[in-house]
């Protein structure tokens, strides 16, 4: 059993920065991917950002790209999602996942395990 708690999450203005984090439970985080969704109200869960356990590799959506920076440490159980630039658009919910499973880490069903979510809104 892992369980995954988001922090970070809050109120800001169209381009401003805000950095989450998700920390979890357990000796075994180093083993697992870990991703970024995020839902708005009426919407499906959408892929933002994964990282390989090492830290090795990670990914973004097009949407993302070049403005979020996904990170990890393993010593502190914690991952990272850094937001810069935000906009409008990037307002919703926002969940980190974990994942031992060797399949796209792009797809929600691939996860095990899933944080409560931490609100993320940008005012313009």
């Known amino acids: 059993q892992v369980q995954l708690v988001e922090s970070g999450g809050g109120l800001v203005q169209a381009g401003d920065s805000l950095r989450l984090s998700c920390a979890a439970s357990?000796?075994?985080?180093?083993?697992?991917?870990m991703g970024w969704f995020r839902q708005a109200p009426g919407k499906e869960r959408e892929f933002v950002a994964a990282?390989?356990?090492?830290?090795?590799?990670?990914f973004y959506s097009d949407s993302v790209k070049g403005r979020f920076t996904i990170s990890r440490d393993n010593a502190k159980n914690t991952a990272y999602l850094q937001m810069n630039s935000l906009k409008p658009e990037d307002t919703a919910v926002y969940h980190c996942?974990?994942?031992?499973?060797?399949?796209?880490?792009?797809?929600?069903?691939?996860?095990?395990?899933w944080g409560q979510g931490t609100q993320v809104t940008v005012s313009s």
């Open positions: 996942g974990s994942t031992s499973k060797y399949m796209s880490v792009r797809t929600a069903a691939n996860y095990d395990y």
């Open positions: 990282i390989t356990s090492s830290g090795a590799y990670t």
């Open positions: 357990g000796r075994t985080f180093s083993t697992y991917a």
